[in-house]
Nanobody, 125 residues
Framework: QVQLIESGGGVIQTGGSLKLSCTAP????????MGWFRQVPGGQREFVAS????????RYKYTVQGRFTISRDNANNTVYLQMDNLKPEDTAVYYC??????????????????WGQGTQVTVSS
């Protein structure tokens, strides 16, 4: 069973930056679109960003556009989420996920079938 392992979360002040990482052991990492989602307690999981297998397509939630950057390193089976100018409303558990698609930057959780355990990001005001 392939597992996705996130890291890089933590507590940061408003305006600060964090970089999340997600590794997925196995030879098929480069085949699939990868995405980041987030969830607050009592809330629904929401899409943050996604990237196609060759990095030629990316998509962002409109509230993070221009502040967050998704990227991937297929040689090292890792996808990243660089988060700059963080705001208190970015506080959530962040999850990486593997999509069923390869060349489409999917933005709906039903389009993903493998999920990590999540990493907490807390932005203090």
């Amino acid at each position: 069973q392939v597992q996705l392992i996130e890291s890089g979360g933590g507590v940061i002040q408003t305006g600060g930056s964090l970089k999340l990482s997600c590794t997925a052991p196995g030879p098929t990492f480069s085949t699939y679109t990868m995405g980041w989602f987030r969830q607050v307690p009592g809330g629904q999981r929401e899409f943050v960003a996604s990237i196609s297998r060759n990095s030629d397509k990316t998509r962002y939630k409109y509230t993070v556009q221009g502040r967050f950057t998704i990227s991937r390193d297929n040689a090292n089976n890792t996808v990243y989420l660089q988060m700059d100018n963080l705001k208190p409303e970015d506080t959530a558990v962040y999850y990486c996920a593997r999509s069923r698609f390869s060349d489409y930057a999917a933005d709906k959780d039903m389009q993903y079938y493998l999920w990590g355990q999540g990493t907490q990001v807390t932005v203090s005001s």
